[in-house]
Every structure is written in C-alpha cells, then in structure tokens.
C-alpha cells in the first residue's frame, strides 16, 4: 500500500520594527529514498537576497538562505509531493548478540550515544530494561516505546523542542518531539540504535483524495532491526504511509525544521501551517 501526499508549509515571521538582515537555515525538503521518494520538492523566501541548498552530515536538504534588505514580513513556504510506501515487519530482525557485534557497534555509534537533550534518568533506564527482558530486540524496542508513552500525557505548551527529556518525563507530559527523545534515550540505554525523525503526518485516514487537511508537523523514531524501522511513540503504532520524512538525527536540534538570526530591534510574531492532501 502506498499513498501520495502533497504538503505545503508556511511560515510567516512579522516584526515589529525593520529587520536589516537575517540569516537563516530550513530543512523542509522531504528525504528521498528507501519507502519513500519525492516527486516534487520547492522552498520558497520572500524577500530573499541569496540561498542556496546542501546535503548535511545526517543526509537531510537543508536551503540556506539571507535576507539583506530591510523588511518587516519574512514569508517561507514548502512545497512538497512525496510518494510513501507502507513499511513491512523486519524480515530478520537482529539479536542481542547482534547488536553487540563490534561492526554493529561502530556502524551505529551515533545512534547508540545520547545528547543532553535524550539522555534519560535511571528510572526510564531501570523501565526499558525491565520492558525488554525476555523479548527480542525488535519486539523489545515496541514494547519500551509503549511503556514510555503509558507514563506521558500529549499536553501542548507544557516544553518546547529543545526541552530535555528529563524534564518531560518529571512533568509526565510532553508532546510528541519529546515522546521522540524519551524512547530514543530509553532505547538506546538498553543497546538498541535509534534515530530521531522529524517530518508530517496525515491526521486524517477518513479524508477524501483531493481534500486539503490541517495537517501536523510531527517526530517518532526508527530502531535498527536490520535495516531501520520506523515507530510512532504519540500514537502508538508503526510508522505508515500517512508519515512523510523530513529529516534523521540523534535529536531534535539535528533536524530543525527552521533555525536562524536577524538583526534588529523588536519582537517577532510565528505563524505557521502545514496543509496535506492525499492525491492517490
């Protein structure tokens, strides 16, 4: 089963004073490969003076951009047609032993260290452990994101992006960036390699081909069985064809969808959407 999906995202900044430059980096292009590939793909600034795009370390399109003229609306906006096919079950999912082979080792070293912002108290430690004892890796790694999830209430507002899942877990709250970083650093404390993945999901299976939907920028996970599989800790399930990747990395600040600066005085108002249509 597959789906094709368009999405468009929009970000406006407005400003209370002149801004006279701002300097900025988006990595709003969807990732192209393995289930997923890109038909279609644009990143659009006004006003802009110069931009220009490249792949980073962690493999995602990242378009840089400044803007060196006074201005008091900055207007960023993605367009994207991706086509995603559903994932199956891992066919030979590794063991313990497997995880602990040295080539398995330093080939996912990165994905097996925690930053400060996924590094788990013991408690989340002392629950992935338990939750795995007695299952293999793969249904092991399942079963500590569901009981993460289990101890977290989906509250918006209560942490931002760059909040330490420590202090999520302390509060019991969180959303779903958060749920990313608390069962990327529970999986990993028990040996298992794991990516943070930010990107969209569709929240509407009910909704007709053609018909836009207020759609989600959205965070999961994906643990190595073999070949990387991809989970949704918010919503309990695997990852499907309702999900589009934007980018992989160890945490949220690897895969920032807009990160940047400007010169000037005031505030700034943020007003972002993102509307998905599913096309087939």
Known sequence: MSSVLRVVHTTAFEYAEPITASYNEARMTPVSGGLQVVEQASVRVHPTTWSHDYTDYWGTTVTVFEVLEPHVRLVLRAHSTVEVREQAAPAAPPSWTDLG????????????????????????AALALDVSAGLEPHAAAEAVCLAVRDHLDYVPGVTTAHTPAREAWDARQGVCQDMAHLCAGALRSVGIPTRYVSG??????DAAFG?????????????????????????????GHDHVVLGRGRE?????????????????????????????
């Open 101 to 124: 082979d040295e080539r398995t080792l330093d080939a996912h070293a990165a994905f097996l260290a925690d930053t400060p912002t996924t590094a788990v108290p013991d408690d989340v």
């Open 200 to 205: 969209y999901l569709h929240p509407r299976p």
């Open 211 to 239: 018909e836009p939907v207020a759609g989600e920028s959205h965070a999961w996970v994906e643990w190595w069985a073999g070949g990387w599989y991809g989970f949704d800790p918010t919503n309990r399930r695997p990852v």
């Open 252 to 280: 949220y600040r690897d895969v920032a969808p807009l990160t940047g600066v400007y010169a000037g005085a005031g505030a700034s108002e943020l007003d972002v959407t993102v509307e998905i249509t599913r096309l087939r």
